[in-house]
């Protein structure tokens, strides 16, 4: 019988910033990286040490040592560094697709810049995997993936498991919902059942017996992987003298130092036919649900907040209109990369998150203001660009031009404003007060102006206002040029603005006041607290300040709609605990007071204010259990008895032919240990939900599989959740709001709007006051009502991926242009509107790239064009995989590349 052969892999998992800030775990990296690097010149039979899946090591470890770049490329092409295949180790479900889809890209050119690339998916550490991991692995040109979580092992003595999410080996098939297959391999022991192997006969003797036996437990073959480290651990520097002693003293085993490539290689050899299939997401459904550490995606909602912001300025604004409004050659590769680069440093694991320290998170804060700036300036540049290739010239003379951009994949209704330059007086023509007081002059004229379209027809338009403010031309081949403009604030209605569309208007100054179809009498407002259109009906209860929606297409009413509740949490920055006492408050508990914003035929605003008196923080028995390291299921604080008032203003805004019913809510929190969120009971009877995650629509049980302890059954979403039966639904659209929960007694969608806990959790004491979020916040979040028919609950699901994603203006002048007036840039049509766009992009051979998926679980007729090109399919590394003339599969990520 051929001898079992034990693969030991060294390692070490390399959090880049956790419980201490980057730059003191960084130094540590770099001691890491300099024995390792010694540890290879001087042990050739030391096979080599594997970077975590992370190929930013490389990166951090030259910006302190760059004298040793050639030795580590060397050690890299020689395979004794073993190198990506990811950027960073991220997390799954916070994070956008093209996030994913970067970190992939740049994970392989760093790779492949020094040497080779690591040939498995690497999640050890992810807080449960995404369902669409198999289809994106095939896409990244990888077949197996190892992990951490997720799954039940339950090893060779146990029965086979009928279950999705156990299996009875660390080896499984995992299944995609597009069908997709890639073999699972589970660190059934930790990525950490190799470490700090003994050279001490007597010692290793008891350490091997030990864990040859929990090796052997869950292996499916006689190839058994030992993970040589564990986080944050130096690398083992007599590993191999530990492996000779292990030889001699269990001869029936043949142990070698390796890594996952040779790992790999043996495992797909032997693997048997009775491996488990384990399919779609994995996220610990078969536990007792305390540990899923779902609950990072509501610790500090501020981090999902401005990620959320910065993936639109960079993904649909920045990198979008570069794509398709800048020549080919001037599309700015190496910018658009060192920015996703920056920001993929906040999309890791324990920092998007927010499971880290105070000082992780105000370093992310940094990194999406550089982010953002660096989006900012390519958008800006690039809308310039498409705004100079319109032809304006047909707008008379003396009007004012200027563009509206809809970079999303949906049509849009509603009410944008924009910011319409109408004179400057630069400084080198007068002195700047001088200057200012000439363009002040015009401010205060009384002008009047029509908006029109580029056919000279009049739009429902208005100036609502006008400023005066300094401003500064860069140009590329002069000295800056300053100045003081004068601007109108500028609201336009618009409705079904084309996807991916342009179009130019213009101001008209006209001699007499005219009357706009938005200054009748014409009001969505009645009563003081009733908001309805053509499509919706919501009246707000001047008794609780709950909502009762019409929705007019179904004639459906749903009753006591976003009601606000507080509770105590006394646990960490990864789980919720809801205090001893169960004290909750609602802001149902008192009357509101209501007030008129806005009204007018287009858009009515009502702001309901809501206070609900809170207590201050958990009682000093939760100081203790944290001092004293308590598991969070242990704890007994209760609530104290002080309150303070929380005051929630609540801006609800209906338009015109809107399907969304919209909230934009403020307020100032002065409590410790509390969460808050808002409550819809839409009492549909259902048995599932439907939310975005990453390239998928994932359908999940509304009650938890039978060993779930957790009260709570806390979710994670992209753009929106959903519920619906057989005749009517409702999807719930959030702006950076990733934490929702479906209370399945009365079909309640409980969005978590901020969390406060004071500590980090895991393994030690970290205090995070800055968790505790004090002071001003403000959450988005928005209702979409839909009927029986798949097509308009796609059709919700579009309108809420794209609520946040603004329309942009920029101001041009009257000139000739190559494009017309009016027009797209891409045309999507799938039947029932299935398929969803995540991103428009040039590849590394500035080819175009569109990328997107399937919404639906079913199959699609699709047609993509650009400029009447149809393109054909691609992978992640715009490699040819198929022409285009198929139907989309169900949950099927295409790519599509356009030369
Ligand atoms: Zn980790």
Known sequence: MAKKKVFVISHSHWDREWYMPFEKHHLRLVK?????????????????????????????????????????????????????????????FLISPESHVKDFQIGRQTAEKYGQMMGIGYFPDTFGNMGQTPQMLRLAGLDAVAFGRGVKPTGLNNQVSESAFESSFSEMNWIGPDQSQVLGILFANWYSNGNEIPVDRQEAKQYWTEKLADVEKYASTDNLLMMNGVDHQPVQKDVMKALEVAQELFPDYEFIHSNFDDYLAAVKADLPKNLSTINGELTSQETDGWYTLTNTASSRIYLK??????????????????????????????????????????????????????????????????????????????????????????????????????????????????????????????????????????????????????????V??????????????????????????????????????????????????????????????????????????????????????????????????????????????MGNEYIYKETADQKRIYSTDQAPTIHIKEDSAKRGVIEVVSTLQIPCQATPQLDYEQRAVIDITHRQATRSQETVALTLHTFITLEADSSALKFDVTYDNQALDHRLRVLFP???????????????????????????????????????????????????????????????????????????????????????????????????????????????????????????????????????GTCSAEGTWLEVNADEQAFAVTGVERDQASDLIVRGYNLDSQAHNIDVQVADQKGELVDFQSQHLSETTAPLKAAEIRNYRFK
């Not at 540890?39 to 040592?65: C, E, H, M, W």
């Not at 990198?319 to 920015?339: G, N, R, S």
């Not at 895991?762 to 009927?787: K, N, V």
């Open 32 to 92: 890491l990286m300099d024995e390792v690097l010694d540890l290879i010149d001087t042990d050739p039979k030391f096979n080599s040490f594997q970077l975590d899946g992370q190929a930013i090591i490389i990166d951090d470890y030259l910006a302190v040592r760059p004298e040793n770049k050639d030795r580590v490329a060397k050690a890299i092409k020689n395979g004794k560094l073993r190198v990506g295949p990811f950027y960073v180790l991220q997390d799954d």
């Open 305 to 458: 907040q401005k990620n959320a912001e910065v993936q639109r300025k960079l993904i649909n604004e920045a990198t979008q209109l570069a794509a398709v409004a800048l020549p080919k050659a001037e599309y700015p590769h190496d910018q658009l990369t060192y920015a996703w680069k920056l920001l993929l440093e906040n999309h890791i694991h324990d920092s998007i998150t927010g499971c880290s320290v105070d000082e992780v998170h105000r370093e992310m804060m940094t990194r999406f203001e550089k982010v953002e700036a660096v989006a900012e300036s390519i958008r800006d540049d690039a809308q310039t660009a498409l705004a100079d290739q319109v032809k304006t010239d047909q707008f008379p003379e003396g009007s004012q031009p200027f563009v509206v951009i809809n970079p999303s994949d949906t049509a849009k209704t509603g009410i944008i404003t924009a910011e319409v330059e109408l004179d400057r007086a630069l400084f080198k023509d007068g002195r700047p007060d001088a200057q200012f007081a000439k363009m002040q002059l015009i401010a205060q004229q009384n002008r009047h102006y029509a908006v029109i379209a580029a056919d000279g027809r009049q």
């Open 460 to 569: 429902v338009g208005r100036v609502t206002g006008y400023t005066t403010h300094f401003g500064a031309d860069l140009p590329e081949d002069r000295f800056r040029v300053p100045y003081i403009g004068v601007y109108a604030q500028v609201e336009v209605y618009v409705k079904d603005l084309p996807a991916f569309s342009w179009q130019a208007l213009a101001l008209q100054q006209l001699t007499t006041p005219k009357m706009y179809a938005d200054q009748t009498a014409e009001s969505l407002i009645s009563d003081g607290r009733i908001l309805e259109n053509n499509l919706l009906k919501v009246e707000i209860s001047a008794v609780d300040g709950s909502l009762t929606i019409l929705d007019k297409k179904t004639n459906h009413t749903y009753h006591r709609m976003a009601v606000y509740e507080d509770t105590g949490d």
């Open 682 to 816: 839409t009492e549909l009877e259902a048995t599932t939900n439907e939310a975005e995650s990453v390239f998928e629509v994932v359908q999940r049980p509304n009650v938890p599989e039978k060993y779930w302890e957790n009260p709570t059954n806390p979710q994670r979403q992209q753009a929106f959740v959903n519920l619906h039966d057989e005749k009517v639904g409702v999807t719930l659209a959030n702006d950076g709001l990733p934490e929702y929960e479906i209370l399945p007694k009365d079909g309640t969608i409980a969005l978590t709007m901020l969390r406060c806990v004071g500590e980090l959790g895991d393994w030690g004491y970290f205090l995070t006051p800055e968790a505790q979020c004090q002071g001003a916040q403000h959450a988005s979040f928005a209702l979409i009502f839909h009927d029986e028919t798949t097509a308009d609950r796609l059709q919700s699901y579009q309108v809420a991926r794209t609520l946040y994603l603004p329309i942009l203006t920029v101001t041009t002048s009257r000139h000739q």
